[in-house]
Nanobody
Framework: QVQLVESGGGLVQAGGSLRLSCAAS????????MGWVRQVLGKEREFVAA????????YYADSVKGRFTISRDNAQNTVYLQMNNLKPEDTAVYYC???????????????WGQGTQVTVSS
């Protein structure tokens, strides 16, 4: 198993930036593909970005492509989501998630963090 703890959420004005971090503990971090998924209250979870176990491959939802960057540091057991040019529609709870095996491009992951709120004001 792996335990995930997110940090870095908060309130930001439109056009601003935030960097989310997700610290992992438990089984070797490099054995998991990682992703970020967000959820607005009352709506289904939405895939945001994913990264392969090595960090060499990254994937993004069309809605965040060019604005968000996912990265990982396997030595520090941490995955990041750099969010630039934020928009009000990016407001959501952001979850870090881990997948045993290959990258997941949806919202189906094996392990989840507790989530961190991101609010973008207009």
């Amino acid at each position: 198993q792996v335990q995930l703890v997110e940090s870095g959420g908060g309130l930001v004005q439109a056009g601003g930036s935030l960097r989310l971090s997700c610290a992992a503990s438990g089984r070797p971090f490099s054995s998991y593909a990682m992703g970020w998924v967000r959820q607005v209250l009352g709506k289904e979870r939405e895939f945001v970005a994913a990264i392969s176990r090595s960090g060499l491959s990254t994937y993004y939802a069309d809605s965040v492509k060019g604005r968000f960057t996912i990265s990982r540091d396997n030595a520090q057991n941490t995955v990041y989501l750099q969010m630039n040019n934020l928009k009000p529609e990016d407001t959501a709870v952001y979850y870090c998630a881990a997948a045993a095996g290959g990258v997941r491009l949806g919202a189906e992951y094996d392990y989840w963090g507790q989530g961190t709120q991101v609010t973008v004001s207009s």
